[in-house]
Each structure stands twice: as C-alpha cells, then as structure tokens.
C-alpha cells in the first residue's frame, strides 16, 4: 500500500477551517478509493500560496529527507502553490527524496505507481498558470482599490499611529497622544536623548497605548513620517490621509539629528554638547569623544582629534578635557547672549510673534464664525416652532444643526486649547535669563553652527550676528571669513551677508 501526506491550506482570514476541513475530506476521499495510506497532515492557515514562506509547507519538504511516505495529497494543486518558479522548484525537492506531488480533484504529470501521464504534465501547468494569474489579477484588484481609497484620503487598515484614531474609516488627531508626540520630537530636536525622554515620560505616567513607553516606542515614532503629514506607499506619497502633527522643519531637523546619531553613536551615560558641531583646526577632521581611566581609576572624558585618534593625520591637535571645552563654549554664548543689545532684540521679537500668534488664530475665527450661523439658524427654527409652525423637515433639520453645532463646539475647544496667555515683556526677558544655562543643547544647536579647535584658540562660529559691532562684544572679537554667504539671523528673523565668529584665546 502507498503512503502519503495531506497538505492543505487556506489563504486569508475570510476563510474558514471548514475550508480545511472540506479539503482534508476529500483528500481522504480519494485516498480511500486508491488504496492510498494516509500517514501525516500539514496545515497552514492563512496563508497564501504566492510564495512558500509558509511553516507547515516548509516542515512537509523537511520531513520528506527522511519520512517514508511516497507522495504529497493536496485537493488542487494551487494548494501547493500559485508561483509557478516556486512550485517547480519544490516539486524537485521532492523528487530528489523521491516523493510526488498528486491532487485528489486534478489531474497531475505523475502517478504513483511511477508511470506518467502525458495530457497531466500539460494540464498540471496549465492549473498552476491559472492559478498565478488568478493571484496577480486580485492582487491587482485589491493594490487598485486601496489607491483609490488612499487618493480619497481614507485609511485603508493596518496599525494606527499613537497620536491619532480613526473613526469611519477616517484619520483624527488625538490631540491629548499628539502633544506627546510632539514633545517627543522638541525634545529630541534640542538634542534630548532617548532614554533621558523616555525617563521624562515614564516619571509623568505618561502610557503609550495603555502601558509603559519604552525606547522602541520613541525611536518609531520619531521616524513615522505620517506625523509630517506624508504617507508614502509603492513609492506614491499621500498628503490627504494623515493631518499633519509636527511642522515639516521640525521633522526634517529630527530626521538630520538621527541621521548624525546614526553615524556617530552617541554614549547613553555621558552627552557630548558639541558633538557633530566641532573640528580640528589643524588638520579639519571631525572632534571625536574620548574616554580615559586616571592612575586612581576615575573616568576622565575627552575631546579628541580624530585624525590624530586614528592615526591618519600628523596632527598635534591637544586633547582638550569636555569640561573645560564645554565650559568655555557655554560662557562665551551666554555672555554674547547676555549683552543688553541681544537681550532687547531677542525679547522684543518673541513679544512680535507672540502679538502675531494672538491677532492671527484665523482657524479660532472661522469656526467661531460658522458656529454663529449654525446658532441663528437654530434660533429661526426654534422661533418658528414657538409661532406653532411646525413639520417633519422642520425637526430633520433642526436635528442636523444641533449635531452640527456639537461638532463646532468640540473643534472651538480644541483650538482655543492651543492659545496662549499673553505673557509681558518682563517675565519673557526674566524667563530668558534664566533659560540659557538651563538648555545648553538648545543654544548649541540653534546658534552654534561650527566650533574649530586650534591648540591656542577656539573660533565659535554663530548661526546668526549676536552683536552689531565688535565694540559690544565685552571682550570676544566678532570678524567675518574671507567669503561672503547669505546667512539667516534666526534672532532677527532677517538675511544677512556675513558668519559671525567669537574667538576666545586659550
């Protein structure tokens, strides 16, 4: 008596086990009438037959370099497979242990008393042929009406973001999950690392999705480009499909700093401030941390050249203590920053953008504006109703406003949520003082455009002019290089046509 192994397989979740069971009884159907033994059953569910990444599948083929059963029963044979390069190709696999594969409902190339059937080796290819294009031409189908549900802007399935929900079959902002989000990526973007935010999280109780943040949770959705507004699918992006979180500046500038982080990994014990910010001046190779041990056993950290640190310069270039180094960075731009003119500037542009943020909530104005009308709209119904003017349309529409009006209601609160209370000059001026040594990364990577290291000096160069004239420089000479660039003034918020550098002399 021949032996044989049942495999079956159904493709998708809408299936069900009697799918597996309808196969299984006519396997053992056909086993029965051909005096066929049925010694093993490989099943896999939900699972498609495109390629043969299937457990069971695999297990079969496994168990056939040893078992003794002489074929693989299947009910059709896109239960094999609907790739036909794959099938081929394991069909061979169970040739070389000299197995076969037959089908209880088709006719197949081989017979298990090793005969051959001539029409079988054509009609076995042909169901396989059907079979894959059957596949190609639903998967087709299904790429097809995904698209067109992606262009319309619906959410076409899968895992939702934290930060948002879905409510018929549309994206929301979960504006209570989105400020997370967004402190997230602030931040990160001041040079915050991971496991310091993560800390900052936990220690607020602060849950991601009912439980406990941890890093993997913070590193996905610092790079989930749907909170930029953009979802990217096959390479077509959509912009309809997810409202956007975090401003296009703040995303890109978190996307550079994970990209530097990623060439150059940063210690999770020590955080280097001018990291990615500093050279040699000797040589012009990137200044790299280092880490050392005193004769006492104490760990000593180091900037260091790293020309010099690899030996693929001959620079001289000291090793400067990160201390030391940080120290006099921080003091020469809190002392820049600190000279009266700066201050003035400084605080007299954040009161202009805070005036502009409270003259201009335009979003606050035009829904309050359509609330009003929805209001005199339910007003005139209401009036109309209590002169005894009644009717079914009447109530129709006066259940829609109302609904209207509660949906107003909910977006009115959400923007007023993101107001500000005006805050006087004074308490800007005193807050900003007291902020410059509180942030250090802050300064640094939104001031500091370069800081070069030279054994006797060190030249900082400034996103931005800090003062106007070297005269009120207390002490620190400003100059421009030799070539002329166009060079934003973040204070100001105007272009001008020169770097500013603060040299201090060592």
């Known amino acids: 008596m021949k032996t044989a192994a049942i495999y079956a397989r159904y493709s998708s979740n809408s299936q069900t086990e009697q799918s597996i069971e309808g196969q299984l009884d006519v396997c053992n159907k056909y086993a029965k009438n051909n005096d066929i033994q049925v010694v093993a059953t490989y099943i896999d569910r939900a699972m498609t037959g495109t390629n043969d990444n299937r457990p069971d599948f695999q297990q079969m083929l496994k168990d056939s370099e040893k078992s003794s059963w002489d074929a693989v029963l299947v009910y059709a044979l896109d239960r094999f497979g609907r790739n036909s390069i794959e099938v081929a ?141 953009k979802y990217t699918v096959h390479g077509e992006t959509y ?72 030996n693929i310069t001959d620079c001289d270039l000291i090793v400067v203590r990160k201390e030391t180094l940080e120290k006099i960075v921080m003091d020469a731009i809190i002392n820049a920053l600190s000279e009266p003119n700066a201050i003035s500037k400084i605080v007299d542009h954040i009161y202009q953008v805070q005036e502009q943020i409270l003259n201009e909530q ?3 104005k035009l ?49 007023k949520s993101k107001t500000i209370d005006p805050i006087p000059k004074a308490e800007i001026a005193n807050y900003y003082k007291s902020a410059l040594k509180l942030e250090p990364l802050l300064l640094i990577n939104y001031l500091v455009d370069e800081i070069i290291l030279y054994n006797d000096r060190i030249e900082i160069c400034f996103t931005s002019p800090i003062t106007k004239s070297p005269d009120d420089c207390q002490g620190f000479l400003l100059y421009s290089n030799s070539t002329t660039i166009s060079c934003y003034d973040k204070i100001t918020g105007i272009f001008v046509n020169e770097p500013f550098y603060c040299i201090v002399k060592l």
């Open 89 to 229: 190709i394991n069909k061979q696999k169970l040739k070389k242990t000299g197995k076969i594969l037959i089908s209880a409902t088709q006719r197949t190339s081989d017979n298990l008393d090793g005969t051959k059937n001539l029409d079988g080796i054509l009609l076995e290819n042909v169901y396989i042929g059907i079979a894959e294009y059957y596949s190609a031409e639903l998967s087709q189908k299904v790429l097809r009406g995904l698209n067109e549900n992606r262009k319309k802007g619906l959410f076409c399935g899968g895992g939702v973001p934290y930060g948002y929900r879905v409510e018929n079959k549309r994206v929301y902002v979960d504006e209570d999950a989105a400020e997370i989000v967004r402190y997230i990526y602030e931040r990160y973007s001041i040079g915050v690392t991971v496991p310091q935010i993560l800390k900052e999280l936990n220690a607020r109780n602060i849950l991601f999705k009912g439980r406990e943040f941890n890093s993997g949770h913070i590193y996905k959705i610092l790079s989930n480009e749907r909170y930029s507004g």
């Open 362 to 364: 335009k979003e606050l």
């Open 239 to 310: 912009t309809n499909t997810f409202p956007q979180i975090v401003s296009d500046e703040l995303f890109d500038r978190v996307a550079q700093i994970a990209k530097k982080n990623l060439r150059c990994k940063r210690s999770v014990e020590v955080v280097y401030l001018l990291k990615n910010k500093i050279k040699c001046g000797h040589c012009g190779m990137p200044i790299t941390a280092e880490t050392g041990t005193s004769r006492h056993g104490k760990t000593i950290h180091y900037y260091k050249c790293s020309g010099r640190k690899r």
């Open 367 to 415: 829904l309050q504006s359509e609330k009003q009308k929805i209001d005199l709209a339910i007003d005139n119904i209401m009036s109309a109703i209590e002169r005894g003017v009644m009717s079914n349309n009447a109530i129709r529409r006066l259940n829609e406003l109302e609904e209207q009006q509660l949906e107003y209601e909910k977006k009115i609160a959400i923007e």
